[in-house]
């Protein structure tokens, strides 16, 4: 097997209780060919001072500190301080399987636009754990099967092909640095789809392990669940926005047409996000905010001339309250969300 030198990168910001965890799995990694970025982004507690000591145990880490600036300067500042031929990025609370980057590098054929792609779990704070298998078959696709059997399914589908999370993969540095220019930091959620959505577009050979759930995500249902973005419309506004433009510049003609389409579908799911965003954290605006959005002219329109495919149970009230938001459906949401987050 060929040994190509894998760059992980790991944004840190203010994760101490978890910081150490997650790097003595990279250390520890059965794969050698390995250099370790850890990205202190002004973190206020103890993780940049941590980074700094985590770095004297092994001479494959280095650290960098900076302003804070969010997740995605923290991951971009990192590909620009790297020198892998390969990236791969992990999140300063997670860990990982310790033959993580050794099984996936063994897939790596040395070409400039190759993704390799495994699976990950969830990990919740009781203990429990959910398994999260990617839908698209496992296997190698090259370029032509990309072409036809990969992108046309990236967007519009409740449940994603192939995982947009920039972590839980190897990536070809070529594919990163090439589309790091799509990546807008006031984009603050589902911030991967900007960069991974051009990536795996221009990707000329791709590997989706068979069930390989090397990847530990850390569920934190204090910062996460019960959490009101009162941004995320405007959110998911710049990043409908966005998908857009990559769209214009990576297609023509009828793909283009058709990959619009997908797009509009995309735009549906990530609504239903945002009314259960309202619907979860806002007890005082819910049903009014719920409405003015729905009620937007750009989304009655989107209603009328894009169905989508729903099966979740969650979602089939979310859709029925964007297509009929009135007062019986949208206080339905919200005890719905209220019972569900009580269990």
Same mark, same amino acid.
């Given at each position: @097997? ?9 944004? /840190? ?18 794969? !050698? ?16 001072? %941590? ?11 280095? /650290? ?7 997740? &995605?300067?923290? #991951? ?12 791969? *990025?992990?999140?300063?609370?997670? #860990?990982?399987? =310790? ?11 040395? $070409? ?5 792609? $495994? ?11 959910? *398994?999260? #298998? ?15 059997? /990969?992108?046309?399914? %990236? +967007? ?7 995982? *947009? $999370? ?30 991974? %959505?051009? $990536? ?11 069930? !390989? ?27 409908? !926005? ?13 793909? +283009?047409?058709? @990959? ?15 009314? !259960? ?12 905010? &719920?409405?003015? &959005?729905?009620?937007?002219?750009? &989304?009655?329109? =989107? ?41």
């Amino acid at each position: @097997m060929n040994k190509y030198q894998v760059s992980i990168i790991v944004p /840190v910001y203010n994760t101490e209780k978890y910081l150490r965890r997650c790097v003595e799995t990279l250390s520890r990694q059965t794969y !050698k060919e390995l250099e370790i970025l850890l990205v202190d982004d002004g973190s206020t507690d103890g993780s940049g001072r %941590l980074c700094d000591e985590l770095a004297l145990t092994d001479t494959r880490i280095r /650290v960098v500190h900076k302003e804070n600036g969010g997740l &995605i300067s923290a #991951w971009k500042r990192g590909v620009e301080e790297s020198r892998g031929a390969y990236l791969c *990025f992990m999140d300063s609370d997670d #860990w990982v399987d =310790l033959n993580m980057i050794e099984e996936m590098a063994d897939r790596l054929s040395g $070409s400039a636009r190759e993704i390799i792609s $495994s699976d990950y779990v969830i990990e919740r704070e009781d203990g429990s754990r959910q *398994f999260v #298998w990617q839908t698209l078959p496992a296997g190698e696709y090259n370029q032509q099967e990309i072409k036809e059997k /990969v992108i046309p399914k %990236l +967007l519009g589908n409740e449940q994603r092909t192939v995982c *947009f $999370s920039r972590c839980m993969k190897l990536i070809s540095r070529e594919l990163i640095e090439e589309n790091c220019k799509y990546s807008n930091p006031a984009v603050k959620m589902a911030e991967d789809v900007i960069v991974m %959505l051009p $990536s795996l577009i221009d990707c000329e050979r791709l590997v989706i392990m068979d069930h !390989k759930a090397y990847y530990h995500y850390l569920y934190l249902s204090s910062s996460m669940v019960h959490r009101y973005d009162r941004g995320m419309y405007e959110n998911v506004l710049l990043l409908r !926005k966005i998908t857009l433009q990559i769209l214009q510049d990576k297609f023509d003609g009828s793909q +283009l047409v058709n @990959m619009r389409e997908s797009a509009d579908r995309e735009f549906v799911f990530m609504l239903f996000l945002v009314l !259960k965003n309202e619907a979860r954290g806002n007890p005082s605006g819910y049903k009014k905010n &719920i409405v003015n &959005i729905c009620k937007q002219p750009e &989304i009655r329109q =989107l209603c009328m001339n894009t169905p989508v495919k729903v099966e979740e149970k969650a979602n089939k009230l979310l859709y029925l309250v964007l297509k009929h938001p009135n007062g019986f459906t949208v206080r339905l949401l919200r005890l719905a969300m209220v019972l569900y987050y009580r269990r």
